[in-house]
């Protein structure tokens, strides 16, 4: 092998040095195997060139949508699914794998390796992104040509795309609607319709007959009579005249009268298909009703399903530790230790009843907001004196970095300081000993961002996307046993809707998190 490198060498430097070489000055066995080792090299490129990762459709919130757009936009809140296979010879497809990356313009990726032909992302935030599919031998045999699939995810856009498309259904849906009634109006049997309709046409027919029979018999009596009675035959035909004149006037009021019928049954028509709209209307109002409310029934039982859970066992321990107390044999120590675990569990559940009375409060019927303008900077700093005791217990430190004359923001101060400490303590709760929780405050665009850091554990994909919703539990255990009811980062997103800002998680499973929200400066002084 080490003289076929130095063979292969000798040809490349005379190669570029432009010396001819004479073939005979070189054995056959290295010609041999150089042709051999040109067949192995051209049959292994095209054999990987046969293994391609296809794309075989997309998803937006359920719906397949067409493969050949140029660009594909979605919300920050749509569902989006991906679906690819492998494209390789029957024979070779055995014991494969996907792997994938998806990345934004900032270079921000997730990667990982299934063996499902589809990927689901839902609540990305707004940036493009691009994800990257290869189907790949795990033995290494062979690599498939890797899926691209690029994507934006822009609220604005895509809600423009969105009233596009409604436009468009709406116009089609208008003229399927005209056609619909006109050719009812054309086929319908019912007399008030046909009836007149058949009148004009029997009129106009018995019009148009009378009007020729009358010129006709005019003209033969006009050919037909003798010079020396010429007077009397035209005073004859004059009064047959005007009797005809007044017969033709009274056929043209009665076809008026029944033109006049006709635009009365066209303005009803007319009438009738709007009020079919109107109804198709409130009919696609009340559907909407019903699965929001069929939606909100559901996500109802399921958080009374997570409080009775939530509760069930901390009462239940209650209920051991009392009976445990009833017997006598036990030392005052032991009843020392029992009290204080039942103290403790029972601050469980009362924090626990607390965290249910504030959801239930923000889903009333209005959210009511004392607006007043304060600088975050002294919430933050007094929230986070706050929890620092915490955060000592468990030896993490914790690290403050404030925007210098930040301006002051319009917000309800206990409100603000809810989220704010919510999102500290969470920080604290899912972040090892001998770690770090890092604050900031900052000014870009007249908002004012706050942003909470830490590197615990860290959410997976799936987390991220499933964060804010309510009753959420995440994949994440609190480190030191704390107790979690999923319900924290939702009411984090309600507080910061109902002041028209914005909140969102930036995380990478095993190093940690960055939980952020936004406020805009300047708010309603009454909001509800």
């Not at 046993?481 to 998680?505: D, F, N, P, Q, R």
């Amino acid at each position: 092998m080490e003289k076929i490198k130095q063979f292969y060498n000798k040809i490349i430097i005379s190669t570029k040095t432009s010396i001819v070489c004479d073939i005979t000055l070189f054995p056959l066995k290295k010609v041999f195997f150089i042709l051999i080792s040109a067949i192995v090299i051209s049959s292994t490129a095209s054999a990987t060139d046969e293994f391609i990762t296809k794309l075989d459709g997309i998803k937006i919130n359920g719906k397949s949508i067409d493969t050949n757009k140029k660009e594909i936009i979605i919300r920050d809140n749509d569902s989006l699914t991906i679906f690819y296979s492998l494209l390789a010879p029957k024979d070779r497809r055995d014991n494969f794998l996907f792997k994938y990356n998806l990345k934004n313009s900032r270079n921000d990726s997730t990667y990982g390796t299934k063996n499902e032909p589809l990927l689901i992302y839902k609540s990305l935030f707004e940036e493009k992104w691009t994800l990257i599919v290869q189907a790949f031998d795990p033995r290494g045999k062979w690599l498939a040509e890797p899926l691209k699939v690029k994507f934006t995810v822009n609220n604005h856009e895509a809600n423009l795309l969105a009233h596009i498309d409604s436009l468009e259904k709406k116009i089609i849906a208008k003229d399927s609607i005209i056609v619909d009634v006109n050719k009812k109006l054309k086929s319908s049997k019912t007399f008030d319709i046909v009836l007149p309709i058949i009148i004009i046409g029997a009129l106009i027919i018995f019009a148009i007959i009378i009007i020729l029979i009358i010129f006709g018999r005019l003209k033969k009596m006009k050919s037909n009579k003798p010079k020396d009675k010429m007077d009397n035959n035209v005073t004859l035909s004059k009064n047959e005249y005007d009797k005809i004149q007044i017969e033709v006037g009274n056929l043209r009021a009665e076809i008026a009268a029944l033109r006049g019928q006709i635009d009365a049954m066209q303005n009803r028509a007319n009438e009738m298909r709007n009020q079919n709209k109107e109804l198709e209307e409130r009919i696609n109002r009340l559907s909407i009703s019903k699965r929001e409310l069929e939606e909100l029934q559901k996500q109802k039982d399921e958080l009374f399903a997570i409080i009775i859970h939530d509760i069930k066992n901390p009462a239940s321990l209650i209920k051991s530790l009392v009976e445990l107390l009833r017997s006598y044999d036990l030392t005052a120590n032991e009843q020392q230790d029992i009290i204080h675990d039942i103290v403790e569990t029972t601050s469980k559940i009362v924090s626990l009843s607390q965290e249910v009375s504030r959801v239930l409060a923000l889903e009333g019927s209005r959210m009511k907001l004392d607006m007043e303008p304060i600088n975050v900077n002294e919430l933050i700093t007094s929230i986070f004196t706050r929890n620092n005791v915490a955060a000592k217990n468990k030896n993490i430190s914790m690290t403050c970095e404030l925007f210098e004359d930040l301006p002051d923001c319009q917000c309800d101060p206990q409100k603000i300081e809810d989220v704010i400490d919510n999102l500290i303590s969470n920080a604290i709760k899912f972040t090892h000993q001998n770690g770090a929780v890092k604050l900031r405050s900052r000014f870009e665009n007249e908002r004012v961002i706050i942003e909470i850091s830490d590197t615990g554990l860290g959410l997976s994909i799936d987390d991220v996307q499933r964060a804010f919703q309510r009753g959420a539990r995440l994949s994440a255990a609190p480190t030191a046993g704390e107790t979690s009811s999923g319900l924290g980062l939702w009411i984090v997103k309600k507080l910061v809707e109902a002041h028209k800002g914005k909140v969102w998680v930036k995380s990478t499973l095993g190093r940690g998190s960055t939980f952020a929200f936004e406020l805009p400066l300047e708010q309603y002084a009454d909001t509800e």
